[in-house]
């Protein structure tokens, strides 16, 4: 059975950071483009940012490239999203996927397999 499990969400003020971690267990880790979404009340769920296989390779959407950052450690089977210079319009729940191959997309409908999402509220 293929797991995964967001930690790292909560309560941030304006420009602050917070590191999310999403534990995947139940497939081979290092075969996965592994991505994040993140998905606002009354909004569509929306990419984030993807990371390769290999963990070469990262990908950002344009609203969050220079503040956050994807990894990954493929010992740990662990992909991380560091958030920083938060605003309150990053406000949403996030949540991780895996792809299921290493061919990267942003679109969340072609990722195979999902967490329950982490809830990330950052106050003006």
């Known amino acids: 059975q293929v797991q995964l499990v967001e930690s790292g969400g909560g309560l941030v003020q304006t420009g602050g950071s917070l590191r999310l971690s999403c534990a995947v267990s139940?497939?081979?880790?290092?075969?996965?483009?592994m991505g994040w979404f993140r998905q606002a009340p009354g909004k569509e769920r929306e990419f984030v940012a993807a990371?390769?296989?290999?963990?070469?390779?990262?990908y950002y959407a344009g609203s969050v490239k220079g503040r956050f950052t994807i990894s990954r450690d493929n010992a740990k089977n662990t992909v991380y999203l560091q958030m920083n210079s938060l605003k309150p319009g990053d406000t949403a729940v996030y949540y991780c996927a895996a792809r299921g191959n290493c061919f990267y997309t942003l679109k969340p409908e072609e990722y195979d397999y999902w967490g329950q999402g982490t809830q990330v509220t950052v106050s003006s």
């Open positions: 139940g497939r081979p880790f290092s075969s996965d483009v």
């Open positions: 990371i390769s296989c290999s963990g070469n390779t990262p």
